[in-house]
Each structure stands twice: as structure tokens, then as C-alpha cells.
């Protein structure tokens, strides 16, 4: 590998990734095309000064990426990288043609116009007639006292509670 230079900044730390940061840049640059076979690790952490264990990580990390191949017996090699197809560009024939869409057919839009504002209306304005004033407030932080009370088991094994009726009701 003695035409693609690694730098190596070992006060830095990390050595596997940045055998495996130099390599990635490399590929990405053209500078190792697809097919290309890379060093054996015992041969490459002897030319950088390091151990093997760091050219081992570097390149399964680089495998793992899909950069390069590993095969037992035939060595490490670069994968064959594709670019992505750009992307088509339409035609233009003229201006811009704007639709009316009959169906809003957006996933997770509801239809707003079919909510029956006038039902919801009259049920609001019926528990605010009859809703306590201490109802509006903050209430308590642990939660509402009755549903607490409804949800604490009386004694273990004694099954559900049996339902009350609430303290006060609309």
C-alpha cells in the first residue's frame, strides 16, 4: 500500500477508526476502485506500526458499512461502489399545469369536514354548565383521587373492584 498514504494521529486515539476513516475516504475519493485488494492485516498494521487487531477492526468496520468484501483465503477487497443514478430530470413544455384533487388521500389526514362540530359544541357547553369550579383548576398531582382509590386493590387476590359512582356527575 505504498501508493495511498494512511495518517495516523496516535496522541488522538482510536487507531482501528482511523485506519478505517482513511480507508472509507480513500474509496470514496476513487483512489481504491472496486476490486481492488487491500493488504493483508498482518502486512498493513506492520507497515503503519500497529497492530493487527487495529487493521482486523478497521476493515470488518468497513465491511460492515459495505465498503469492502471479506472472503476467508482471498483477502480483503474493495466492493464495487455504485454511485446512485441521478435522478431524472423532467421534461418541461411549458408551465407548470396546477390540478384540483377531487380525494385527499394523505395518510393520516382525517376528514375535518365530516366532524360534527355542532354535536361537540353542545356537549361542552353542557359539562362546562354542570362542571364544579375545583374541576377547572390544576387538581391534585397524583392523579385523581377517586380513580386512584377505583384502581388500589382493597386486598390481594380480591379480583377487580366493584365500579362507584363517581363524586360528582354531569
Request: charged fraction near 20%; aromatic fraction near 4%; proline fraction near 10%.
Amino acid at each position: 500500500m505504498s501508493e495511498l498514504q494512511l495518517r495516523l494521529d496516535r496522541a488522538a486515539g482510536g487507531l482501528a477508526a482511523q485506519v478505517a476513516g482513511e480507508l472509507r475516504t480513500a474509496i470514496r475519493a476513487g483512489r481504491l476502485a472496486g476490486g481492488v485488494r487491500l493488504p493483508a492485516s498482518r502486512a498493513l498494521a506492520r507497515d503503519l506500526g500497529t497492530s493487527r487487531g487495529v487493521v482486523v477492526e478497521a476493515y470488518q468496520q468497513l465491511a460492515a458499512e459495505g465498503f469492502v468484501v471479506a472472503r476467508q483465503g482471498s483477502g480483503t477487497q474493495v466492493a464495487g461502489i455504485q454511485q446512485p443514478p441521478a435522478a431524472p430530470r423532467p421534461a418541461v413544455s411549458g408551465p407548470a399545469v396546477e390540478h384540483e384533487v377531487a380525494y385527499d388521500l394523505r395518510v393520516g389526514t382525517p376528514d375535518l369536514s365530516a366532524f360534527p362540530r355542532r354535536a361537540w359544541l353542545a356537549a361542552i357547553r353542557q359539562v362546562l354548565n354542570v362542571l364544579p369550579h375545583e374541576a377547572l383548576g390544576y387538581g391534585d398531582p397524583g392523579g385523581v383521587p377517586e380513580l386512584a382509590a377505583e384502581l388500589r386493590p382493597t386486598s390481594a387476590g380480591s379480583g377487580p373492584p366493584t365500579p362507584r359512582p363517581p363524586a360528582w356527575s354531569w
